[in-house]
T-cell receptor
Framework: GQQVMQIPQYQHVQEGEDFTTYCNSS?????IQWYKQRPGGHPVFLIQ?????EVKKQKRLTFQFGEAKKNSSLHITATQTTDVGTYFC??????????FGTGTRLTIIP | DVKVTQSSRYLVKRTGEKVFLECVQD?????MFWYRQDPGLGLRLIYF???????EKGDIPEGYSVSREKKERFSLILESASTNQTSMYLC?????????????FGPGTRLTVT
């Protein structure tokens, strides 16, 4: 079936360090979404990327969609304790549903 | 404020029991989804519905069924619960086709089958 690989599974960083999570697909995506799930919470939508090579920023978060529309990344600059949680990519392969990555759990060392 | 509610936060059932998980959204969304979330596996789609009385299988429909009699309500049914269905169940809704619109999630139901 259609799958999207997300790495790393875990990331521990010192507060103030940067963080990146990556999603990769073997097939071209229609678009990709990113979600954040705080500990004990539910996934919350962050952003959607549609165009080849698209880059979007939300304050310290930078989202990229690859030129071939097969990969995407989320980069957080200068992490803060409020960034703690699990980040999921969710890929649209052109059908009616999203396929979620396995998530990257980010923990911050104060 | 958009809202998706689920009937229970925690549920404990015995093997073989019939289990109903209810989800209600107040956003007049066409599409509703049921996922299960397990450590290391992310969110996996069980079933989704794009209209009243319509349903489509997701990636892991075995052992589950769904019902959508009203637009705002989507139910997940475990006909005969088994221990491997112990999981966190998340309901979501979206305005249009998934992938084109953001999904709004409920708080989740943590189901334990003993």
């Amino acid at each position: 079936g259609q799958q999207v690989m997300q790495i790393p599974q875990y990331q521990h960083v010192q507060e103030g360090e940067d963080f990146t999570t990556y999603c990769n697909s073997s097939t071209t995506l229609s678009n990709i979404q990113w979600y954040k799930q705080r500990p004990g919470g539910h996934p919350v939508f962050l952003i959607q990327l549609v165009k080849s090579g698209e880059v979007k920023k939300q304050k310290r978060l930078t989202f990229q969609f690859g030129e071939a529309k097969k990969n995407s990344s989320l980069h957080i600059t200068a992490t803060q304790t409020t960034d703690v949680g699990t980040y999921f990519c969710a890929a649209n392969f052109g059908n009616e549903k999203l396929t979620f990555g396995t998530g990257t759990r980010l923990t911050i060392i104060p | 404020d958009v809202k998706v509610t689920q009937s229970s936060r925690y549920l404990v059932k015995r093997t073989g029991e019939k289990v109903f998980l209810e989800c209600v959204q107040d956003m007049d969304h066409e599409n509703m989804f049921w996922y299960r979330q397990d450590p290391g596996l992310g969110l996996r789609l069980i079933y989704f519905s794009y209209d009243v009385k319509m349903k489509e299988k997701g990636d892991i429909p075995e052992g589950y069924s769904v019902s959508r009699e009203k637009k705002e309500r989507f139910s997940l049914i475990l006909e005969s619960a088994s221990t491997n269905q112990t999981s966190m169940y998340l309901c979501a809704s979206s305005r249009g086709l998934a992938g084109n619109y953001e999904q709004y999630f409920g708080p989740g139901t943590r189901l334990t089958v003993t």
